[in-house]
């Protein structure tokens, strides 16, 4: 059969193969699952001030803080390793499998981070712990981005793979915004005192029931149409072709998509930690804005995000994902440094005002993101590829951007700091996006 009329590109056995119902119910399953993961791993930053005074000593506000951020940074380092273990098995056990496993595995590292002992009962025994928690959280969401958008991406029509990926950072956002709401609610509700001894802890309980619920609805799905075709073209190709490791394919042969796509990512990894995770932090800690106050603007920020970052899958699918990706890049480029400085001083509506066009300006990136990066690689190596290449940028630029943005106001005493970060980071994005193809208009690739 020639290259052009394989099975993974052909649409009776490719992304065409499956019917209305059953990509509603992927949509639904990926949603959900992604929701379910990053609700877990957020909840953590949203409530970062209050975890530096529980698993820290009481030294000074600015050290605990760092060393809040210091132990969320240092749980990326361990998401590239992920990426590589996600990644093969995703790409050769199946989408679904790896999917399954890594949401239980999450879901359990956050119910017990629930039931950790404060420093002032358990001293350096605390933050130990809490760094376990969060590396073994961090292994887990290394698999839980990618995989969901190669899900999503293999279920899709061809010429909507855009919107369907848009699902992803979607469903993260809305597992934010839930975080959000319940932080905010919890600071509103409860005294300094009652969210030090037990209020903090009752985000992370959540866990348990959403995680299984989320499981429940991934395993009533099949593998991708895509992989599943791939599967058979394995298996008609003898048992060589199947003992051929997707990560050695992925080093040897798509170095360079590897490379770019990290680049690119790079914007994203920085971006969404800084304006959707860290910011209440920043606008309490540095600005003085009321704790209360800080989440109810990133709250309204999450919501509309998720909104427009469907805009922004839609308009990729039409407008092409490098347009997109070089209008984010650009924007930010140019404005983060003035959209912090109005910042300074605020009101409260106008920082709300600055937060959604911020948040705004980011899903031009992110509504984009997932189905570029998957159409980078082909179905062999399509999770691996995604996984590491998203996964090495995360953990160089995204998981250290709040403690990055708090040493860098600490040395600099210069609370535009962060924001000069994030331009540099959407100017090494829109460097990677210069040097890339489209792949909007192209069919999935097989080899």
């Given amino acids: 059969m020639p290259p052009s009329a394989s099975p993974a590109d052909s649409p009776p056995r490719g992304t065409g193969g499956a019917d209305h119902a059953t990509r509603r119910r992927v949509v639904a399953a990926s949603f959900i699952g992604n929701f379910v993961e990053w609700f877990d791993y957020a909840a953590y930053g949203y409530l970062a001030a209050t975890i530096s005074t529980v698993f820290f000593p009481a030294t000074d506000r600015t050290t605990a803080l760092l060393a809040t951020f210091g132990v969320f940074a240092v749980s990326f380092f361990v998401r590239p390793l992920g990426g590589f273990v996600w990644g093969h098995i995703g790409d050769r056990v199946g989408r679904r499998s790896a999917l399954s496993l890594s949401i239980v595995i999450m879901s359990a590292a956050t119910f017990c981070l629930a039931w950790l002992p404060s420093y002032a009962s358990a001293g350096v025994a605390a933050p130990l712990l809490l760094l376990l928690i969060r590396v073994v959280q961090g292994f887990s969401a290394s698999g839980e981005y990618a995989g969901a958008s190669a899900f999503l991406v293999e279920y899709a029509p061809e010429g909507r793979r855009g919107r369907y990926a848009a699902v992803v950072p979607a469903s993260t956002a809305a597992g934010l915004l839930l975080g959000s709401l319940i932080a905010a609610l919890l600071t509103a509700v409860l005294s300094d005192g009652q969210m030090h001894s037990w209020g903090w802890r009752l985000p992370f309980l959540l866990a348990?029931?959403?995680?299984?619920?989320?499981?429940?609805?991934?395993?009533?799905?099949?593998?991708?149409?895509?992989?599943?075709?791939?599967?058979?073209?394995?298996?008609?190709?003898?048992?060589?072709?199947?003992?051929?490791?997707?990560?050695?394919?992925?080093?040897?042969?798509?170095?360079?998509?590897l490379v770019l796509a990290m680049a690119v990512t790079s914007l994203n990894a920085v971006g969404f930690y800084m304006l959707l995770s860290y910011m209440p932090t920043y606008m309490s800690h540095e600005l003085g804005l009321g704790a209360a106050e800080s989440f109810l603007a990133t709250t309204v920020s999450l919501a509309t995000y998720v909104g427009f970052v469907f805009f922004a899958g839609l308009a990729s699918d039409r407008f092409g994902r490098k347009r997109m990706l070089i209008s984010a890049s650009v924007l930010f480029t140019l404005c983060s440094v003035p959209a912090f400085a109005l910042l300074d001083g605020a009101?409260?509506?106008?920082?709300?005002?600055?937060?959604?066009?911020?948040?705004?300006?980011?899903?031009?990136?992110?509504?984009?993101?997932?189905?570029?990066?998957?159409?980078?690689?082909?179905?062999?190596?399509?999770?691996?590829?995604?996984?590491?290449?998203?996964?090495?940028?995360?953990?160089?630029?995204?998981?250290?951007?709040?403690?990055v943005a708090t040493l860098l106001i600490a040395w600099t005493d210069n609370r535009l700091a962060p924001a000069w970060y994030l331009a540099g980071a959407a100017l090494v994005s829109l460097c990677a996006v210069l040097m890339s193809r489209e792949t909007s208009r192209e069919p999935l690739r097989e080899r």
């Fill in 347 to 403: 009101g409260f509506l106008t920082v709300v005002l600055i937060e959604v066009l911020l948040g705004a300006m980011l899903t031009l990136n992110d509504g984009t993101l997932p189905s570029f990066l998957a159409e980078l690689f082909p179905t062999r190596i399509r999770y691996s590829g995604f996984a590491v290449s998203f996964n090495l940028a995360n953990a160089l630029f995204g998981g250290t951007a709040p403690f």
């Fill in 208 to 257: 348990a029931p959403m995680g299984l619920i989320g499981r429940y609805i991934r395993l009533r799905l099949e593998d991708t149409p895509v992989f599943l075709a791939m599967e058979e073209q394995q298996k008609a190709s003898g048992a060589a072709a199947q003992k051929a490791s997707p990560v050695r394919e992925m080093l040897r042969a798509n170095r360079r998509p």
